[in-house]
């Protein structure tokens, strides 16, 4: 459902720039790689972190004086758009909890990712939900700020090295309030009438796959969000559960979404806390 992009492959110790939407990975979720085998190689594959040392592998949701190691576009320059700016200042805040592997997305990335979205949008033919009626509110949660068409969007997708996963922050200009609108009015309608589903998607070589879907609401509380999202995908039969947590907001002309996907842990308290103040931080400088 909402948001990060669709993780490729990438280099131990260094993000590449995910490939689509939270939703996007749930959906074409037949034909991509789970979290732990696309994200940045971990220094804990195997959870067995030091006890009493967060299984996220960050430090703790106390800021840290670590620093980006790869830093976001310039938000200090003279002519850095609100956008990059905001992005700057999340980048920033995520670092500051141990998120210090870093990676922005160019504009071509964000101009493919969105003709991605439209031609998801216009071929929905090979996925199936149970209940039928909950294919729509699904397929109409596939958005994030970058696809607002023609707006000024910046995107970064953040992780650390003890982190099997990813998180990432977007903001756009925001020119039609309305489209936000209806995007929390999906997210609240698959929440309170689809919190579990059966999806089966058929890729290109009519392979299926088949997962259990469930969808609530996030317990996130920041004064910054409006709208907070919870999924999780599991593979029909067993096998390893993928998690999302999204939350957005509105910031004046702009809208702010920040995520992560991975384990579990990803919609515990600890990460609820360290997305609200990403998001808080970007849209802070709005």
């Known amino acids: 459902m909402t948001t990060p992009m669709r993780p490729r ?12 939407l939270l939703a996007a ?5 037949g034909c991509t790689a789970s979290p732990e085998e696309s994200a940045p190689a971990p220094s804990d594959p195997h959870g067995t972190a030091v006890p009493g040392q967060p299984s996220s592998g ?4 106390a800021p840290t004086d670590a620093e980006p190691t790869v830093q976001a576009p310039d938000a200090q320059a003279s002519d850095a758009r609100a956008d990059q700016r905001a992005v700057g200042a999340a980048a920033e805040r995520a670092a500051s909890f141990g998120f210090t592997n870093q990676v922005s997305a160019t504009d071509a990335e964000i101009q493919r990712t969105r003709e991605d979205s439209r031609l998801r949008q216009t071929n929905t033919s090979g996925t199936t939900v149970e209940p039928a009626g909950c294919k729509a509110p699904l397929t109409a949660v596939d958005w994030s700020p970058i696809l607002l068409p023609g707006a000024d969007a910046s ?3 953040f992780g650390s ?6 998180g990432s922050v977007e903001v756009a200009s925001l020119e039609d309030p309305e489209v ?12 309170a009438d689809c919190p579990e589903l059966t999806m089966t998607v058929t ?11 469930t969808a609530r609401a996030s317990r996130a509380e920041g004064a910054d969000v409006d709208s907070g999202l919870v ?16 939350l957005i907001g509105r910031a004046g002309d702009h809208v702010v979404m920040v995520s992560f996907i991975g384990q579990p842990e990803v919609a515990g308290e600890e990460f609820t806390t360290i997305a609200e103040q990403v998001l808080a931080a970007a849209a802070g400088s709005l």
């Open 161 to 166: 090295d003890g982190f099997t996963g990813t």
């Open 203 to 213: 890729n290109e070589n009519l392979q299926k796959s088949t997962f259990d879907v």
């Open 25 to 29: 990975a749930l959906l074409a979720a």
């Open 9 to 20: 492959n990438a280099r131990p110790g260094r993000l590449t720039v995910a490939g689509t």
């Open 58 to 61: 960050v430090a703790s949701v």
């Open 180 to 191: 936000l609108d209806r995007h929390l009015a999906n997210v609240e309608r698959l929440v």
């Open 155 to 157: 995107r970064l997708d």
């Open 231 to 246: 999924w999780t995908r599991t593979p029909d039969g067993g096998g390893a559960e993928t998690t999302a947590q999204v």
